[in-house]
């Protein structure tokens, strides 16, 4: 798929099939990650790649848990959860301490989202598992996701094959401003 093409298609996509992806697939994907630019090299990222739904679902509890309902309303709903029971997350740890790890995190979890459009895969980006790694639980958490030391959570990427469909969102065109 031509880029320009996967940046028009490419949806957040909130509902999965429970198949996996093809390990060839998710390497694809991986490395569009790990070819991601970042300020000055430095690739100040890991990816911690988790299908196992048991540990992705410890990670929402925990997320709900730190949040509780007044974090979220959408904790209130029994059906809710952060990463949309999709059977792949990868979550991006990012080096504490460089000023642009953030930037590059998400320059490289774009870059991850986009290689799984143009693979026929669907995925969505989220930060809202930050809280997981604030709690009590989040030295477990980072030890068991294998986070490096001197790294913390930046955002995650959801992944599989989506069973949800999503209309373009409004392009804001006064957005752009133009200087001669």
């Known amino acids: 798929m031509d880029v320009l093409q996967a940046i028009t298609n490419r949806r957040s996509h909130r509902a999965y099939k429970a198949e996996q992806l093809p390990e060839e697939v998710l ?27 048991e540990l992705i679902q410890e990670v929402h509890d925990e997320a709900a848990r730190v949040m509780g309902r007044e974090g979220s309303p959408r904790f209130a709903d029994p059906d809710f959860q952060i990463f949309y029971y999709a059977p792949t997350v990868v979550f991006i740890f990012g080096e504490k301490g460089f000023s642009w790890t953030d930037v590059d995190c998400g320059i490289a979890v774009e870059n991850m989202a986009l290689a799984a459009e143009g693979l026929g895969v669907g995925s969505v980006i989220l930060g809202l598992p930050k809280p997981a790694f604030q ?7 980072r030890n068991r996701l294998q986070c490096p030391e001197g790294y913390d959570f930046v955002i995650a990427l959801a992944l599989g094959y989506s069973t949800d469909t999503k209309a373009a969102h409004d392009l804001r065109e006064e957005k752009i401003s133009r200087i001669g």
Do not use: T, Y
């Open 27 to 53: 390497e694809k994907i991986l490395r569009a990650g790990l070819e991601a630019p970042s300020a000055r090299n430095h690739q100040p990222w890991h990816f911690s790649v988790v299908q196992n739904p």
């Open 135 to 141: 709690g009590n639980k989040a030295d477990e958490l």
